[in-house]
């Protein structure tokens, strides 16, 4: 029976170490068999998207600003 238990773990660490090795990067490489690949993204994607969410709040706030000047003429004016 422990010779079993032996040939599974050493297969296990064979298997392990051949996921590791494929260059994916783990989010916590200490514990190599509970651990998650990290997951990539294009660098192009994320300044994108970074760029397309910034101009929607920039867009947010100059609407919210004409609405406010809004208001405030038509108190004015009455």
Not at 10 to 36: H, Q
Not at 44 to 55: E, G, N, P
Request: aromatic share 6%.
């Amino acid at each position: 029976m422990r010779e079993v238990e032996q040939l599974y773990d050493s297969a296990l660490c064979i298997s392990l170490k051949m996921e590791v090795e494929d260059g994916a990067e783990l989010c916590f490489p200490l514990l190599l068999n509970t651990s998650c690949r990290k997951p990539t993204s294009l660098w192009s994607a994320a300044v994108l998207l970074h760029i397309v969410l910034s101009f929607i709040s920039v867009l947010t706030v100059a609407l919210n600003l004409l609405v406010i000047i809004s208001i405030s003429h038509f108190r004015q004016t009455n």
